[in-house]
């Protein structure tokens, strides 16, 4: 079975359709937790009724230990933001790579509440920090101290009781480099350590909850009850910071991209299924109709979106209580038959869905999702002209006939704000700094580069190479970089003009989400989405004895007790 | 204060860019002064010098003068991050590379580029001037002669040429974070601080998050 195309599942459109797999990292995360049988203790409580104070989670695997540390603080809800430039949270995090001596807490202390600002060693892995959410925390503090569990409908209306506004790993701010834990089995995915970093945030947001109505209710408080306590995630607020990460990294996407499609290759390739996975899978549909009803969200486009979700699954119910799923290749027909009728958000949920019950066929390719970006960083000096024009035609047809002389064609431009430091897109003729573009706009690049190569084909008749034409040309180097690299990883660009007037950047968001684990996807305009991690996943005092890897769709109400 | 080799790799990227050079060559700008710096050598330093300085040039530009082997600009200063990328780029395209590169400023620049692209066995390169020349290999650079003359902002005549170096197996390099002098990265900063945009009222109501409410 072939793999779908690039030029179908490369766009834009689809991309911000797409719904977390059981590929997605922190699924595949809680699995390899789980098969080595690591441990989680909470081996340092130290806060106060006002809510200031310490906590440390030690995480304990075959080889090595790592402790999250919390540093909790009685924030003033004026100050409380949800924006990278706030400085200061109700609780700020570091995953620390070992067990820190007295003297690491002390400086760490010192430090991570400023996070930013603060000083950082090798032995930092991950920098983080979050907020109550006013609308749920106080109510459940207040609500297990009378010993009552908290309302559902609120409970769901959330979905979580803090939000990490910002998850740091990879070298920022002087915390080690990725390169130096990449070796180990347990970061050999893709943003597993900022993954796990969240797991045990989750934990502690549910713990100082409870501490803190066990302080204000003495005797009378309650905890939350463990299946209630499990529709909690860990929120998340995301702007356009992480909407250039999957254009400069492009063969890195190429690799998450292509594993997701090779998986769904493997489960159209079933010849034939056993009645026991089909009523599984029937199950399945039904959870997920559940986790959909569920899903809220204040934007009408998302609304629109979800509403026609509904639709669709109603459809796929249908199509269930066929004959269809009984007949040779099953998924195969399934995917077409969603090709046919669904929405996109219909059909990339059902790419999600029939990989589910697939995992002993799949589960492996998830930790083929990572890849040495540096041993494809070289350009190609040897590659003749006419070999590289050949390429731009034959692979780039959709960014040659963009007419980039149309001002809504160019409508935008990609820049760091000085404010801020963080991405943000500009309109290009209405705001001044479009000459401090960022290399976003690769389709019109590319349109540039195909332009400068023939005419200096035509200025050599001896058919030059990359080498010599990047002397006369050193402006495009990055184009040039990348169409190399697009020859050797088809997934790794999307197809579509991320400058125009139409673009809509919340499919950047959405699509590196997915591939995290993230759902209820609740934008909050086009440009920046609220979501939920962990939600309905176990909880680390409950993890040996659950099933690590049945927790995304939520549980059919008839289980409930 | 120590900064990890990706801080140093991206803010010598912006730093690189903020000075006019095109984004291509910032992305190897960065991975050249990381490299420099896994290798102990302080790359912020040479690229600072150059990045000061106003009368460096790109190589000329006329394809004739490149295949004979000699590059040079018009004016006579020739800029290290205009020539280091396209010396890994000959690399490739030349069986046995010889280039002598007249008036290059910072030439210990070129080696980070190099080192950076040179990959797996059989593969090497020598860089001299002066009094002093560098053989380089993947992720590592072997010094031969005076080493004052490594690090003086002057130019230099350098020459380049493909070596042998068979059976070296390529260093492991572990360090992630190391030390960088204050002033230094303030001036890096300085120049990367050039790629950002000035907030307006215009950028901040479409910004991310603008005019709605961040409490939940």
Known sequence: MALRPPHDVMRLERMGSFHQTRLSFMRALLRFLKKGNWQVERTCWDIDIQGVGIAIYRVSGPEHIYSLLCFANDLPDEKRSDRVIADEWDASFVLFDGVPAKADITRLKRNVPKQEAGHYTQKELVLSRANRSVRLFEHVVDSLSSGRQPDLKKMDAVGYLMRTTAVYGNGKFGISDRERIDCRPEFRGPFRAELLSVWLIRAFTVDIAEHLANLRGGSRAVKLDTEIRRRLGIGNATGLGMAPFLVLHPALIHAWMQVRETALARVRNIERSSSEIIRGFSILLSRAMLGVESWTTADPRQQ??????????????????????????????????????????????????????????????????????????????????????????????????????????????????????????????????????????????????????????????????????????????????????????????????????SMLPIDLLRCKLSFFGANKFDPKSDRWVRINMYQHAPFPDEFSHMDEDDWIYPPLRSSWR | MFRSLNEIEHTARKAARGRGLPWGIADETGKAVRCLHQLKWDGIVQLIQVLDRQDVESVSLRLPEYRCGIWKSKSGKLNPLLAGPSLCDFMDSRVSLRVEIENVVCPLLLAGFLANAISGYGNAVRLSWSNVSLEIFFNQIEIHGNQEDLDSGLEHHVVCEQIACMDRPPASVQASQVWVDDASWVRLENYAKLTHVEATDASRNTGAGAGLLDND
């Open chain 1, 304 to 501: 629109k979106r979800i509403e026609k979700l509904k639709h669709d699954l109603i459809q796929l119910a249908a199509y269930v209580k066929t004959p269809g799923l009984n007949m040779p290749y099953p998924w195969d027909s399934l995917v077409d038959w969603s090709a046919q009728n669904l929405t996109l958000e219909g059909q990339e949920l059902v790419v999600s869905l029939v990989m589910e019950p697939h995992g002993e066929l799949i589960d492996e390719l998830a930790e083929g999702m990572s890849i040495d970006e540096s041993r494809y960083f070289k350009i190609d000096g040897a590659q003749k002209i006419s070999g590289a024009l050949e390429f731009i035609q034959e692979t780039y047809p959709w960014a040659l006939n963009i007419d980039y002389s149309d001002p809504m064609s160019i409508a935008r431009f990609w820049y760091v704000s000085e404010e801020k430091l963080e991405p943000r897109l500009g309109d290009r003729f209405d705001e001044p700094g479009a000459e401090k573009e960022h290399p976003l706009a690769y389709a019109r690049d590319i349109d540039r580069l195909y332009r400068d190569l023939m005419i200096f084909q035509k200025e050599h008749s001896d058919d030059p190479v990359m080498a010599e034409f990047l002397l006369a040309y050193p402006m495009h180097r990055h184009a040039v970089r990348r169409i190399q690299l697009v020859g050797h990883f088809p997934y790794a660009e999307i197809q579509d003009n991320l400058i125009s007037q």
